[in-house]
């Protein structure tokens, strides 16, 4: 029995008396068994990993679902064809410390929560905005990229809509994201829009934009 998020080494169960490969490379299994919500059948099963230090193997009812280096990093996991809604599934995750080829710190665990999640067949999978402001910081430029993933070829728009600090609706040149794909694709697209007279923000003026965005799908 383990305490997690945390360190397994710190938790008296890991052991390191000598900087040698042979020790620092033997792999740790992390298991436990959850119930898979009856309400996710006909939905994708996604696991969300926000730290798993550092070089990761996830297994789901014996079967490797997929692996991941870097333990400051978040991942996901597709196991809809794993596992089945209403009944109970096995999740496995193989923990090797890799040193030194990824970091120097002796830590062997899962650091961060996990989330177990349902979404759509096809859902947004990307949504990044960056905001480059002009020389005379008056005007800025947002350009957002958003990615759809694709679990039945189609075509997906996605609509975007932003608010000023005070809540009013700040017109789009380019409000929309058309994107078409194939099955099990990731698709992604951006646009660019000039936003005029932007109210910025510091520490003492913590002035937020609100960016939402809106995914539709035959209508």
């Known amino acids: 029995t383990v305490t997690l998020p945390g360190d397994a080494e710190t938790q008296g ?10 020790e620092t490379e033997f792999e ?10 009856s309400d996710f059948a ?7 990993l926000n730290g798993v230090v550092n070089y990761g ?8 679902v997929r692996t991941h280096r870097g333990g400051k990093t978040t991942w996901n996991a597709d196991i809809t ?15 090797t410390c890799e040193i030194p080829k990824v ?33 005379t910081y008056t005007n800025a430029t947002l350009t957002v990229e958003a990615g759809i993933m694709f679990n039945a070829g189609t075509t ?6 932003l608010k000023d600090p005070n809540g009013n609706n700040i017109a789009l040149q380019n409000d929309t994201i058309t994107l078409t794909g ?24 913590p002035n937020l934009y609100t960016l939402t965005a809106e995914l539709y799908q035959d209508g």
């Open 81 to 95: 064809n794993y596992v089945t809604p209403g009944q109970e599934a096995r999740i496995t995750i193989g923990v």
């Open 103 to 135: 970091d120097f710190m002796r830590i062997r665990g899962i650091t961060g929560d996990i989330a177990l999640m349902a979404v759509p067949q096809n859902y947004i999978s990307t949504l990044h905005a960056v905001t480059d402001l002009d020389d």
């Open 13 to 22: 169960y890991i052991r390191y008396y000598l900087a040698t490969q042979s």
């Open 182 to 205: 194939s099955e099990t694709s990731v698709v992604e697209n951006s646009v660019a829009n000039t936003i005029n007279n932007v109210t910025l923000w510091d520490s003492e003026h």
């Open 42 to 48: 006909g939905q994708r099963v996604i696991l969300r």
């Open 28 to 37: 740790s299994a992390f298991e436990r068994t959850v119930t898979i919500p």
């Open 156 to 161: 997906g728009q996605i609509k975007l809509t």
């Open 57 to 64: 193997r996830l297994f789901v009812n014996g079967q490797l």
